[in-house]
């Protein structure tokens, strides 16, 4: 079947299996491995994009889902004028070691600090709750959202 689906702010038509999953279609037909591929059973969140603005695990979706939608991955934070500040945080304040979760985690990250600027260290756990980190202990990871949102707030400030 053929579906066109909008990643990262273009138009891709690809012709896909009616069982192929997301989370391939991004990888293995778009060549966008920057989101991983972990568990394959909605564990461990290293998939999360976003669909239609909402983080998902590419995992549990079906390409076909998505023809007609829009979806946002990892390779979308940078743009010309540098590091997304979530991206900037994580390198800051070292909140990857393997770096195999950072994907999701960045997305994630990236989902609650649009919506909620000043997020709680609670907050940031409950959003990262569906997502599994074997290196860092998590502690890395929510200074680093944190951070994030402090380093919005001042470039906001300075804007
Ligand atoms: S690969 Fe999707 S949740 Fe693990
Ligand atoms: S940094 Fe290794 S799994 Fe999170």
Redesign the pocket.
Known sequence: MQITVTVNGAERTVEVEPRLLLVHLLRDHLGLTGTHWGCDTSNCGTCVVWFDGTPVKSCTVLAAMADGHEVRTVEDLATADGLDPIQQAFSDHHG???????PGMLMTGRWLLDRNPDPSEQEIREAISGQV????GYQNIVRSVRAAAELSQVKGARA
């Open positions: 990857l070691q393997c770096g195999f979760c950072t980190c074997r290196c860092t």
